[in-house]
């Protein structure tokens, strides 16, 4: 758990005969993150070739993008095959499916072009209805138009027999011709239209055999019949869009059955392949090799073993041996899942370098101590749980969601951490119910601790937080040590600003200060102490530079010793300068959690003395209101802090955030 | 630091909800409009989705994209301290001046080409910017005389009338276009003016990059559509750039291996962008697109730069501007290649 989980090469060679099932088996176990074989052509180019599948993987990704785009169009997310999926895998009939799919989508874009073709028609009246509706126009302005109005009205008439191809002349324009009734064989209408086609209008009007007509009286309040017609032409062209677009959707849905099997099988044969183009063949055996973790070494061995019916050979290298194929080992984590929102605070850092420390397991107590520190409380810490219970509650079942879960999960800690540390401060909503089993953290601050213990004042707090900041300094350290050790990187371990040398003086310093807060900042160490704690060490640092010069570039740069020496001075005084000023800051910035802590009760007296100003309701909704402000404002800037503490005051000791991610080829791979 | 910590906080956290980069690849590979516009439903632009479902109309959802980066521009303009509302007012005239732009054009096809506009008068917008400018009328105007003076008032109104008549005799709008970008650079350099020394250093940098970029996007025009004079383009370049003066542009426009006038700089100043420039490309064009790119990426390496820098500045704001408007560029261009069929690799290289 402490360090990133063990991981294992396999070098395998089966008989092509094979190679269907042993790719099975490896996809079923899906713990196997490959190598692209290619890396072995310098060794053997000439008998080694790629595996040439029936379809191409890129066929099949293709395929398998057109068919999700239709389910993702009706809302469907298609979920991951599983292992009947795969014992059901079938050969994909690429060019039937392409077909159905190409039909589909010829169906789906003349239902678009129509959409299209409705919504065109639609602007044009909402053209004409803004422009009524910003004039004013009525039937009166036939004649006389309202200033920069820019639609044209005229009544008419024109032979029965001319309606539809008055009707197709006027499509491609924004008019709207109302039919005001019939004489004989001879139309009555009402046309509107933009002004600045009126040259397209009175071709077609010519064409249509339009003669214009007096505006009869009774016509007089027709402005009223135009808003009605606009608007139940709208309304009619809306009922049409939402029948095309409810055809789209039911286009989809009448195939959604058959596009999500089609989409399993066409993942399960692209994950196949996946896995088989980083296979290579000779005439009759291919080759693979990846990463996966030690502890599935044995599954693996007896499913590859179980497929191939013992006609392979499989060779087992450890990370590090000489026998291992690439650079990069990719790097798994090894937590328990309670540890799972603490993973993700690292991950959001950066992945462990493989072999270093995992910081998780230790991220877990440091990160739910400081935030305890900084907002302790058992009232609001309960709130802060509830909270994360319904974030979990409502992203439970959310794949996509596992972040904001694993956010909600964080704060059911946090608030965990808050309930602790109230009790030990003896916090309840800000108000002090019981005896606290550590310090009287609000007595403090409010200057009448009623509680006697061992931290009195807000001093003896801030010494508690530098105390907690030089631990977590330390322990930082240590893991630095331990990954350089690991490493067997020796001189590093000595000569590092987080090395032993580092590390000492950063020890020296600490007594140093110690000895004289002691003496009421009179007296130092004796010279000979203070020489052995902070004096040698520095000293010794000083042959880092030489030691890296003679050893690495002393033949180029012989030449320019003297160059060479000045330089030294300069890089030992800047180390000393960078670890003396970066420990300082580094210890100093624990305080934080102090202030935030005292900050965090301040706020609490100021709310419980405003509602003292008051009563009955009001000092009730200030408590309230002032609870809750602290719980926002506070508990975020408490989680904030505390992350930020990890990151730069912990992490920066020790942790090479340079790992690759171990992320296998499965049945869940997402991938895309 | 009091002026931008609030706005600091707040678009940071915007800025960390830009779309990843890994979306657009999802989106570059989806295989209709329809698939791509899916996968936005859970996003910011869920509402493109919407629009183009009931729709069908992908130009009515891009013009859902611009009113929303406009009120994003008026948002912000709300929060910001007033030192620097007159850049905010700049910058937002941009799109008054592109909106005004694309109405002129829409006169200019009907009245003057007398082509039929009626497939476009409805994709403009018709709302106030930041001045009272009747679309409407200057859509269905019968003259230039009738647009100068319904924008009247306005600073726009004399640029009109001073390109007006060039406009008819030339028979294009590429003078008065020229002129409106002109002008909308020198207010925005006006009023970078009258910030304070760190701003407006920042300010000038930015802006200074865009201009770059501007101008080599004119002189692309200019060698493909065009065929000016050198004096009639050097009219045409903005002045102001950051990393390509006067002087380097006439070069460019005239050089037949362009990227060598650039190697200079990008070899002082961005040294890791020198290898774009041994890129092989066959003709000029293809070598200024390839300069525009390079300096895309200068965009991109000002950006980080001021986001990883003091973030008090007027910095965060034009860089979160910069960010959100490529953002934006980046899903019109795949949306429109999606609906005009455009293979993803061509998708790729244009985005």
């Known amino acids: ?672 | 630091m009091s002026k931008y910590s609030f706005l600091n906080a707040k678009l940071r956290a915007r800025i960390s909800k830009i779309l990843p980069d890994e979306l657009f690849d999802e989106l570059g590979a989806a295989p209709s409009i329809d698939a791509a516009l899916a996968l936005l439903a859970d996003t910011p632009f869920g509402a493109l989705e919407e629009i183009y479902s009931r729709t069908g109309d992908l130009k009515l959802a891009e013009r859902e994209l611009l009113k929303s980066e406009i009120g994003l521009y008026k948002n912000i303009r709300e929060h910001i301290h007033q030192d620097c509302a007159d850049l905010l007012d700049a910058l937002l005239s941009e799109f008054e001046i592109e909106n005004l732009k694309n109405a002129i054009r829409l006169y200019f096809d009907r009245k003057i080409r007398k082509r039929s506009v009626e497939s476009q008068v409805h994709y403009i917008l018709y709302d106030r910017i930041i001045h009272d400018i009747p679309i409407d009328i200057i859509v269905n105007a019968e003259n230039f005389e009738e647009i100068a003076g319904v924008c009247s008032g306005t600073p726009y109104d004399q640029i009109i009338k001073k390109y007006s008549n060039t406009v008819e005799s030339e028979g294009s709008l590429f003078r008065m276009e020229v002129g409106f970008d002109h002008f909308y650079y020198q207010n925005l350099l006006a009023s970078i003016a009258k910030l304070n020394r760190r701003d407006r250093e920042t300010a000038l940098r930015l802006t200074g990059v865009e201009i770059d970029l501007q101008n080599i996007n004119w002189i692309i025009r200019f060698k493909n559509f065009y065929d000016l004079p050198l004096e009639a383009v050097m009219a045409a370049i903005v002045p102001g750039g950051f990393n390509l003066d006067k002087a380097v542009m006439g070069e460019l426009y005239s050089a037949q291996n362009v990227t060598s006038v650039l190697q200079g700089f990008v070899k002082r100043k961005y040294p890791g962008l020198s290898a774009l420039l041994s890129s092989q490309t066959s003709d000029s064009t293809s070598r200024l697109l390839l300069i525009r790119r390079i300096l895309e990426e200068i965009m991109k390496q000002e950006v980080q730069r001021i986001l990883a820098g003091y973030p008090f500045t007027i910095g965060i704001i034009l860089s979160y501007f910069i960010l959100k408007r490529n953002e934006l560029k980046k899903i019109r261009t795949i949306l429109n290649a999606k609906h005009y069929g455009i293979d993803q690799e061509r998708i790729e290289s244009m985005i």
Request: proline share 3%; charged share 20%.
């Open chain 1, 1 to 672: 758990m402490i360090f990133t989980t063990e991981m294992i090469q396999l070098f395998a060679v089966v008989l092509g005969r094979d190679c269907e099932r042993v790719t099975e088996a490896l996809l079923r176990e899906g713990v196997m993150q490959f190598i692209n074989i290619s890396e072995l052509e310098s060794d053997k180019p000439e008998s080694l070739s790629a595996i040439k599948p029936q379809v191409s993987l890129a066929e099949i990704s293709d395929l398998r993008k057109q068919v999700e785009g239709f389910l993702r169009t009706g809302g469907i997310t298609p979920s991951p095959p599983n292992e009947k999926d795969l014992n059901n895998r079938a050969v994909v009939d690429v060019k039937r499916e392409s077909i159905r799919l190409d039909k589909m989508a010829r169906e789906r874009d003349s239902m678009r072009e129509r959409q299209r073709t409705i919504q065109q028609e639609i602007l044009k009246i909402e053209d004409i209805k803004r422009q009524v509706e910003l004039y004013g126009i009525g039937i009166s302005d036939v004649t006389l138009p309202a200033k920069h109005s820019f639609i044209s009205m005229q009544l008419g008439k024109l032979p029965a027999s001319n309606v539809k191809l008055l009707e197709d002349g006027l499509k491609d324009l924004p008019s709207l011709n109302i039919a005001m009734g019939r004489e004989n064989d001879m139309a009555h209408y009402l046309l509107i239209s933009m002004k600045r086609d009126s040259e397209s209008i009175n071709k077609i009007l010519a064409n249509a055999g339009w003669s214009r007509v007096e505006l009869p009286s009774e016509l007089k309040s027709v402005k009223k019949d135009v808003f009605t017609e606009l608007a139940a032409k709208l309304e009619k062209l809306t009922g049409e869009q939402k029948q095309v677009e409810e055809q789209v959707d039911e286009l989809i849905r009448k195939e959604e059955k058959h596009l999500s099997e089609v989409w399993v099988n066409l993942r399960v044969n692209e994950l196949f392949q996946k896995i088989q183009a980083n296979f290579k063949s000779s005439s009759r055996t291919v080759i693979f090799t990846g990463w996966l973790p030690s502890s599935k070494k044995d599954k693996l061995t007896r499913m590859i073993k179980q497929a191939c019916e013992d006609r392979c050979y499989l060779e087992w290298n450890e990370a590090g041996s000489t026998g291992i194929i690439g650079d990069a080992i990719p790097v798994s984590f090894n937590n328990p899942k309670t540890l799972a929102p603490f993973q993700m605070l690292v991950k959001n850092f950066g992945i462990p370098k493989y072999g270093t420390i995992d910081p998780t397991p230790f991220v877990m107590p440091l990160y739910l101590a400081m935030f305890g520190l900084m907002f302790g409380d058992v009232g609001q810490g309960l709130v802060l749980a509830i909270a994360g219970s319904l974030g979990v509650h409502f992203w439970k079942n959310d794949k996509a969601k596992e972040g904001l879960r694993n956010l909600a999960w964080l704060i059911i800690w946090c608030g965990g951490s808050s309930v602790l540390f109230g009790v030990l401060f003896g916090s309840y909503f800000g108000k002090s119910l019981f005896r606290p089993l550590w310090f009287d953290y609000h007595g403090i601050i409010a200057g009448h601790s009623m509680y006697k213990s061992a931290v009195n004042d807000i001093f003896d707090v801030l010494a508690i937080t530098i105390y907690f900041g030089i631990s977590v300094i330390f322990l930082g350290l240590l893991f630095n040590w331990i990954n350089i050790i690991r490493e067997k990187k020796w001189a590093e371990l000595i000569f590092d600003k987080g090395g032993i040398l580092g590390g000492w003086i950063y020890a020296g310093g600490i007594y140093a200060v110690s000895y004289m807060i002691s003496h009421d900042f009179k007296e130092l160490p004796p010279g000979a102490a203070l020489f052995f704690l902070v004096g040698l060490p520095a000293l010794l640092l000083l042959i880092k530079e030489p030691y890296h010069f003679f050893k690495h570039e002393a033949s180029a740069e012989r030449s320019n010793l003297l160059f060479a020496l000045i330089n030294f001075l300069m890089e030992w005084f800047v180390e000393l300068l960078e670890i003396f000023s970066g420990y300082l800051s580094n210890t100093l910035s624990f305080m934080r959690v102090a202030g935030l802590g005292i900050a965090h009760v301040c706020l609490m007296i100021s709310f419980f003395t405003i509602a003292g100003m008051t009563s009955g309701i009001a000092s009730v909704a200030i408590l309230i209101l002032g609870n809750m402000l602290v719980i926002c404002l506070e508990g975020l800037s408490a989680g904030i802090q505390a992350l930020r503490l990890n990151y730069y005051e912990f992490f920066t000791k020790f942790f090479h955030g340079t790992g690759q991610l171990y992320t296998p080829i499965s049945l869940n791979s997402t991938d895309k």
